[in-house]
C-alpha cells in the first residue's frame, strides 16, 4: 500500500486552526466610566464633577489641578490581559507638556475636593507628551492589569491624570458629547 505525504501542510494546518482559534477567543473589553472629575488646589472646597472639561495643571512640576476618572469593575483576571489602552480626547492645550496616568483603586464620589483628595498610587503607569488638541492614546496595560488585580471583586477603580512640569490640558468629560468621552479598552 503506497503512502501519501502532505509534506509541511499536515502541521502547518494545524497552527494555523490554533492561531485563528485563539484570535478568535481574544475579546476586547470595556468598563463603563461612571463619573469624572477635576480637583484645582487653587479652588480646595469647590468641585467639578459636573465641568465639561477636566483639567490637568502642574506648575514648575507640582500638580494644582488632577482629574480622576471612576470606570466600573474588571471582569477579568490580571493573566488574561493582553493589553491595554486608554484613550482621551484633548479639548484644550493651555501649555503643551506630558500627562502621566496613576492608578487608585477606589471610585472617587463627586463631591470631593482638593481638600479631601484621596491618595492614589504614587507609582506613574504611562505618559505621554500632548502637543495639541484631538485625541490622547496612552498604552495602559500595566494600568488595566493592576486595575484587574485590586478590583476583580467587582470595586470600581480610577483612573488619574497628572500634568508634569508646566503643562496645562484640558479632556473631554462625560458632560459633553458621548463620542468624545474618555475610555479604557483591554484585550484578554
Not at 463619573?35 to 507640582?62: K, P
Not at 481638600?115 to 500595566?142: H, N, V
Request: proline share 4%; glycine share 6%; net charge negative.
Amino acid at each position: 500500500m503506497e503512502r501519501k505525504s502532505f509534506g509541511s501542510a499536515g502541521p502547518l494546518s494545524a497552527a494555523l486552526i490554533v492561531l485563528l482559534a485563539g484570535i478568535a477567543a481574544a475579546e476586547t473589553f470595556s468598563p463603563a466610566l461612571v463619573v469624572d472629575t477635576y480637583m484645582d488646589a487653587y479652588e480646595d472646597d469647590e468641585t467639578f464633577a459636573d465641568a465639561e472639561t477636566l483639567w490637568v495643571t502642574s506648575e514648575d512640576g507640582d500638580p494644582v489641578r488632577i482629574a480622576f476618572l471612576v470606570y466600573s469593575e474588571m471582569v477579568k483576571l490580571p493573566m488574561e490581559i493582553e493589553s491595554g489602552e486608554f484613550r482621551a480626547r484633548v479639548t484644550d492645550v493651555e501649555r503643551p507638556g506630558e500627562v502621566t496616568l496613576y492608578f487608585y483603586d477606589m471610585a472617587v464620589l463627586e463631591t470631593e475636593t482638593w481638600r479631601d483628595m484621596p491618595r492614589y498610587d504614587d507609582e506613574p503607569l504611562a505618559t505621554l507628551d500632548i502637543q495639541e488638541t484631538g485625541w490622547a492614546t496612552w498604552d495602559a496595560t500595566d494600568l488595566v492589569k493592576k486595575a484587574a488585580e485590586e478590583c476583580s471583586e467587582g470595586c470600581p477603580f480610577s483612573v488619574v491624570l497628572v500634568a508634569e512640569g508646566d503643562a496645562s490640558i484640558g479632556f473631554a468629560s462625560m458632560e459633553g458629547s458621548v463620542d468624545e468621552t474618555a475610555v479604557i479598552e483591554y484585550i484578554a
